[in-house]
């Protein structure tokens, strides 16, 4: 089945600055890669997703890009603020047949330091 | 529209014991399924459903049974409870294979 690794475990940075969360993915088959947000207390909920015939995608201050060939893609936040501060996790889903399952990493804890 | 929908919030059971985790989704999602979160570990399906009727296993299936009579509903039964499933499930549901995966508000099960 699909693996998902997901780095680094935790991450501080300084308000402003650039995050980078990467993920790494086991199945080359797999065309579909979203992030989602869990802030403390609260359900995971999306914030961005790619799907493999896509590079890269932005939404404001938050990117994804994918590298099919190196089978990773990363979430990139810009001007981080600390209503940033959350967990976030990677996921990928497989395509083709019955395959309905999205495998997600073990998550990034992400605080941001006023 | 309530979204996914999950009850209790909270739960301790002592070891042995069962119960019904509910899931309720009104958004007429054909795929729904349910997680478990334990620290360091991320978010491990348990089992999940593509539609009434259907029903398959997940990674982490075991001392979990799943039903799915309707297209809203999704409970899952805790046959016979053990400490090591003392952990934080989620329900979620989504309209296609690939789009945006809505959870449950979560339940916090302690067993003792």
């Known amino acids: 089945g699909e693996n998902v690794e997901q780095h680094p475990s935790t991450l501080s940075v300084q308000e402003g600055d650039s995050a980078v969360i990467k993920c790494t993915y086991s199945?080359?088959?797999?065309?579909?890669f979203p992030w989602y947000k869990q802030e403390l207390g609260k359900r995971p909920q999306l914030i961005i997703d790619?799907?493999?015939?896509?590079g890269e995608k932005k939404d404001q201050r938050i990117a994804v890009t994918l590298n099919k060939t190196a089978k990773h893609f990363s979430l990139h936040i810009t001007e981080t603020q600390p209503e940033d501060s959350a967990v976030y996790f990677c996921a990928a889903r497989k395509s083709g047949g019955s395959n309905y399952k999205l495998t997600f990493g073990k998550g990034t804890l992400l605080t941001v330091n006023p | 529209n309530a979204g996914v929908t999950q009850t209790p919030k909270f739960q301790v059971l002592k070891t042995g014991q069962s119960m019904t985790l509910q899931c309720a989704q009104d958004m007429n999602h054909e795929y729904m399924s349910w997680y478990r979160q334990d620290p360091g570990m991320g978010l491990r399906l348990i089992h999940y459903?593509?539609?009434?009727?259907?029903?398959d296993q997940g990674e982490v299936p075991n001392g979990y049974n799943v039903s799915r009579s309707t297209t809203e509903d999704f409970p899952l039964r805790l046959l016979s409870a053990a400490p090591s499933q003392t952990s934080v499930y989620f329900c979620?549901?989504?309209?296609?294979?690939?789009?945006?995966?809505?959870f449950g508000q979560g339940t916090r099960l302690t067993v003792v």
């Open positions: 790619i799907r493999s015939n896509v």
């Open positions: 199945d080359s088959a797999s065309n579909y």
């Open positions: 979620a549901s989504r309209r296609g294979q690939t789009t945006e995966a809505f």
């Open positions: 459903s593509v539609g009434a009727g259907i029903t």
